[in-house]
């Protein structure tokens, strides 16, 4: 079965950082882009980064930029988005999601980040 | 950046309506569209890529049309599981969602 599990969320101070993770199984991994999208509380969906199957190419939202990072460890199935400088607008489910002619076909149950004082 | 805007935002219909959302793009993405459903605390689910293709297990009753700017979802005939948030996505340049609508029970 095809299956992508996020973890690694909590809760942060604003200006601090988190890395969560995302462990895929199923499918070959290296094979295929990823995505991280986020879900704000109440709020609709926004992609926010991309990373190709061999990790060279990575995009990101703007609203992101310069702040986040995403990466994958692809001997491991396993995908990362490293947080810096959060904010409280930063508060969200975060979901990964795999890639497939362009379209989010699978998608994990996403982890929560939670930016407070 | 693309923009996507749905109308309606919200959508109250009644199990066996048929139901139709828009999805305009602020410009021209070809056929590069996709529609996903959302229900509550889940994650969203593929229904409808390539603006018209359905994706492998989605109920027929699922229609997806249009190329360029404007676009549309439409149930044929609202089920009880229908009821919940749909967004279109572009990925003609990188990904945009749309707001999403909320289709709830009238």
């Known amino acids: 079965e095809v299956q992508l599990v996020e973890s690694g969320g909590g809760l942060v101070q604003p200006g601090g950082s988190l890395r969560i993770s995302c462990a895929a199984s199923g499918f070959t991994f290296m094979s295929y882009e990823m995505n991280w999208v986020r879900q704000a509380p109440g709020k609709g969906l926004e992609w926010i980064s991309y990373?190709?199957?061999?990790?060279?190419?990575?995009y990101y939202a703007d609203s992101v930029k310069g702040r986040f990072t995403v990466s994958r460890d692809n001997a491991k199935n396993s995908l990362f988005l490293e947080m810096k400088s959060l904010r409280a607008d930063d508060t969200a489910l975060y979901f990964c999601?795999?890639?497939?002619?362009?379209?989010?076909?699978?998608w994990g149950k996403g982890t929560t980040v939670t930016v407070s004082s | 950046d693309i923009q996507m805007t749905q109308s309606p935002s919200t959508l109250s219909a009644s199990v066996g309506d048929r139901v139709t959302i828009t999805c305009r793009a602020s410009?021209?993405?070809?056929?590069?569209l996709a529609w996903y459903q959302q229900k509550p605390g889940k994650a969203p689910k593929l229904l409808i890529y390539?603006?018209?293709s359905l994706e492998s297990g989605v109920p027929s009753r699922f229609r997806g049309s249009g190329s360029g700017t404007e676009f549309t979802l439409t149930i044929s005939s609202l089920e009880p599981d229908d009821f919940a948030i749909y967004y279109c996505?572009?990925?003609?340049?990188?990904?945009?969602f749309g707001q999403g609508t909320k289709v709830e029970i009238k």
């Open positions: 999601a795999k890639v497939e002619d362009n379209c989010l076909d699978v």
């Open positions: 410009q021209s993405i070809n056929s590069w």
């Open positions: 990373i190709s199957g061999g990790g060279e190419t990575t």
């Open positions: 390539k603006a018209s």
């Open positions: 996505q572009q990925y003609d340049s990188l990904w945009t």
